[in-house]
């Protein structure tokens, strides 16, 4: 079993739609969760971080985390052409001392249709 | 400049070339990252430096050779390329925290002929 499972898509959608990203892992030690956007022929960046459990919301972007069913989800709301890119999850083991270890999902295409 | 740089942002090179990527962080961080990205695969961690020491290398082949000669520049020496390295090679930096929250340049696309 992969350390980090993420849906690759594509997904496509239209303009004005609640989309939802998703990714499940394996490793319950792992404590910072991420989701990087990445525009095409762009390097990732960084869109919203949280630690442990629980919602947290920054204007349209909502990510949560189910460490019980170690399952994260971003979910964009009124989604626009702009939001199209490739979403990746990431997270981190802080036990895993020393290196600043990030483990990726796949990242998943998203293209949002005027 | 800001934020993390990478250069050349486009490579092609024949199996017989030796060329280098660099890749400079004006953030003041202490750890730096080299990852190559291919096509439906997640990102490959390849090595990791932090205060100039190398503290990780993910069984990368030798034909890879990176160097970091100082905590804000990190390069990437290629020789003898094989075609299947051809992909989006990405530098990222992060400071020394428990989040390991990292920042990543715009990537380098190297194609091998």
């Known amino acids: 079993q992969k350390e980090v499972e993420q849906d690759p898509g594509p997904l496509s959608v239209p303009e004005g739609a609640i989309v939802s990203l998703n990714c499940t892992y394996s490793?319950?030690?792992?404590?910072?969760f991420m989701w990087y956007r990445q525009y095409s022929r762009k390097g990732p960046e960084l869109l919203m971080y949280t630690y442990s459990s629980g919602n947290k919301e920054d204007g349209r972007f909502t990510a949560q985390v189910d460490k019980s069913s170690k399952y994260i989800s971003l979910f964009i709301r009124d989604s626009q052409p702009s939001d199209s890119a490739t979403y990746l999850c990431a997270m981190r083991d802080p036990t895993q001392g020393g290196s600043e270890k990030l483990v990726f999902g796949k990242g998943m295409k998203l293209t949002v249709n005027p | 400049e800001t934020g993390v740089t990478q250069t050349p942002r486009h490579l092609v090179m024949g199996m017989t070339n030796k060329k280098s990527l660099k890749c400079e962080q004006h953030?003041?961080?202490?750890?730096m990252y080299w990852y190559k990205q291919s096509a439906k695969k997640p990102l490959e961690l390849m090595f990791v430096y932090n205060f100039k020491e190398q503290t990780e290398n993910n069984s990368v082949p030798s034909r890879f050779s990176p160097e970091c000669p100082n905590s804000s520049h990190l390069f990437l020496h290629l020789h003898t390329l094989q075609p299947e390295d051809s992909a989006l090679y990405l530098c990222a930096s992060s400071q020394e925290t428990v989040s390991g929250t990292q920042y990543f340049g715009p990537g380098t696309r190297l194609t091998v002929l």
């Open positions: 953030l003041g961080h202490n750890a």
């Open positions: 490793n319950s030690a792992f404590q910072y």
